[in-house]
Every structure is written in structure tokens, then in C-alpha cells.
């Protein structure tokens, strides 16, 4: 029986698509940025400063950092206050935590913004840690890592730990640390097609604590 279960955020617990997009948006259009790539849910999941490299196609830092600061300012006042709950996820984490898994999240988006969305969702109780690449100082540079770093610093077995997420990377840092994974499909299910034979496939939100149970 896995105890304990890290699960990513966006696009496995939270629709945080269209506030991220409209936050995108307003950065380029703030600071006169011509966008490459359309904005579509494909462009959520990586590192802030990874999107905005392929999103705008330059690699010049002060245009970065001048993005950055624009995505920030919107997301992190008002934007955040937009993330949607998946329909059921609220049930499912009191279900699984009333059966005693330990759960926690680690997660591309920055700390500061998943801090103030646990709170917003009066979700602070669930989970035994929060974990983002810049909680960790200096900053990891992969989810992988940061799966490493939450299974070193609770001192767990990997063994008895379970990653949950809905996309390519979240599947692919999983394997990096020998960790089972589970693809979830009611987010936004762009990498689905692509599911390792070792990975779990769950589609519906009430159906994973039965799944968890016999893993």
C-alpha cells in the first residue's frame, strides 16, 4: 500500500488555465510583446521563465524579467483567486486523508502564488507539505528534483510514495526517482495519448482512492 501520495497542481487538482492565460495575455499586451506561440493549455505546466521563453521566442533576460514581473503582478494579486477545483477533488483529498495517506504537492508554479491558493481553498489542512523549485534555495531546475528533495527531507521510501499529475514531465520525473506514477486524464489531458505501459491511468476523480488502494 502506498502511504504516501504527491500529487502536481495544475491540471490535476485545479483549472488554473484561464486565469494563467489571461495573466500571460495581459504581460505581453502590458509590455507591447508580439506572443509566437498561441496561448492554449499546452503552454501551462513548466517553469514560469520556460514558458515565457517559448511564448515569446527570446531569450533576451531583461525582456524575460520584464514578463516575469508582469505575470507576477496580475497573477499574484487577482489572478490566482481564479484557480477552479476539478469537480470532486475537495471529497477525494478529505477521503484519502480520513484513510490515512499522507499527502503533499510539488508543483512547477511558484511558491508564492501555491501558498496563497492553499489558503484561498482552505486547503492548508490536507497536505504535509507544499513544495514548488523555488521553495528549495537555490532554486531545483526539474520536478524531478523536487520529487528527490520532498521524498529526502520526510525521510520516505520511495517505495511506499505515489506521484500524480496529468502530464508527460509529471510521468518522466516520477520514473527519474523509480516512483509509481498515475496519468489522471479530467484535467487537461494533453499527454495521454502519450502514457508509459508502467504508468496508472485514472479518469475520473472519484475513481483514484480505489486505484490508490491497489497500488
Known amino acids: ?10 491540471g490535476t487538482l485545479i483549472d488554473s488555465a484561464p486565469s494563467i492565460l489571461h495573466c500571460f495575455d495581459l504581460a505581453f499586451t502590458s509590455t507591447n510583446t508580439p506572443l509566437i506561440v498561441p496561448l492554449t493549455h499546452d503552454v ?4 514560469l521563465l520556460e514558458t515565457l521563453k517559448r511564448l515569446s521566442g527570446s531569450e533576451d533576460v531583461t525582456l ?3 514578463l ?3 505575470f507576477k503582478q496580475h497573477y499574484d494579486t487577482t489572478g490566482y483567486q481564479q484557480s477552479v477545483v476539478f469537480e470532486g477533488i475537495a471529497t477525494m483529498l478529505q477521503q484519502l486523508q480520513e484513510q490515512g495517506y499522507k499527502l503533499y504537492i510539488a508543483t512547477n508554479k511558484r511558491f508564492y502564488p501555491t501558498e496563497k491558493i492553499m489558503t484561498h481553498l482552505g486547503w ?3 497536505f504535509r507539505g507544499v513544495y514548488a523549485l523555488d521553495y528549495f534555495q537555490p532554486a531545483l531546475k526539474s520536478k ?5 528533495q ?15 499529475g496529468d502530464r ?4 518522466q520525473s516520477a520514473d527519474a526517482n523509480r516512483m509509481d506514477f498515475v496519468l489522471v486524464s479530467w484535467g487537461y489531458a494533453g499527454d495521454v495519448a502519450q502514457c508509459k505501459s508502467q504508468w496508472h491511468r485514472c479518469a475520473q476523480v472519484a475513481a483514484l482512492p480505489g486505484l490508490v488502494a491497489t497500488l
Open 1 to 10: 500500500m502506498k502511504q504516501h501520495l504527491i500529487f502536481d497542481l495544475d
Open 44 to 47: 501551462i505546466g513548466p517553469p
Open 64 to 66: 524575460l524579467n520584464s
Open 68 to 70: 516575469a514581473a508582469a
Open 124 to 126: 492548508d489542512t490536507f
Open 144 to 148: 524531478a528534483e523536487m520529487i528527490g
Open 150 to 164: 520532498v521524498v529526502a527531507e520526510h525521510g520516505l521510501s520511495v517505495a511506499d510514495c505515489l506521484y500524480i
Open 168 to 171: 508527460l514531465e509529471d510521468g
